[in-house]
């Protein structure tokens, strides 16, 4: 219950303030989060189905279209992100049901750039695969409430307009130059000490982390 409380005390008041704030890294300007940073993209049979997945076959009890959130159980620790199922419901739809359906279950977050994001949500682990629950990409979601004004936001990865399948970003500082161009659809409400120590992770050539960082469970309520 404390979990679910927690959700609505996600206040946007203060987004004049974070976006000016000096805390995200210069490099955030020169790669925004995309599902093309690397040149081969394997096969893809994660994803079968060409209509929404159901209630039948989710994990959960919990109607993954009407989530109120989700909790990544990571090897760093939980993390728990509300959704804004009524601005971008589209979105969260697909996010909380490829969690229900233990899509994410065992996925690492391969791409980490310090003080702008952490991204994962591809089941290849290269950065080039996933697909949405609609069967391919989906088109873009936007709100004028939900930008990417501060840390913890949750976003959607994306090789260009209106390509959303199932990678998705969490920023560690104010990234404005991504609204518009990314949907917003969650805040990290609790546990993000475990985000700011992924975002620190050492990594290797195309911001992988030299050591794995995973999600080893997805669930919805």
Do not use: W
Request: include cysteine.
């Amino acid at each position: 219950m404390n979990k679910i409380k927690k959700i609505f005390k996600h206040d946007h008041s203060d987004k004049g303030t974070a976006a000016s704030s000096s805390t995200a890294s210069s490099s955030q300007y020169a790669a925004p989060p995309t599902q093309s940073n690397y040149a081969a993209a394997p096969a893809q049979s994660n994803y079968s189905s060409t209509q929404p997945t159901t209630q039948s076959s989710a994990s959960s009890a919990v109607d993954p279209a009407h989530a109120s959130g989700v909790l990544l159980t990571t090897n760093y620790g939980p993390i728990t992100i509300a959704l804004y199922k009524d601005q971008v419901p589209k979105t969260t739809r697909n996010f909380a049901t490829l969690c229900a359906t233990h899509k994410y279950d065992n996925v690492i977050f391969h791409r980490i750039i310090p003080g702008f994001m952490i991204q994962g949500g591809d089941p290849t682990g290269t950065g080039t695969g996933g697909k949405s629950i609609y069967g391919g990409k989906f088109e873009d979601e936007f709100d004028s409430s939900l930008t990417h004004s501060a840390k913890g936001v949750l976003s959607m990865a994306n090789s260009g307009p209106n390509t959303n399948g199932s990678q998705f970003f969490i920023t560690l500082g104010p990234t404005p130059h991504l609204n518009g161009k990314h949907t917003v659809f969650g805040q990290v409400v609790d546990g993000m000490e475990v985000v700011d120590a992924i975002g620190s992770v050492r990594t290797g050539e195309q911001d992988r982390p030299v050591k794995e960082v995973m999600i080893l469970k997805a669930e919805v309520f």
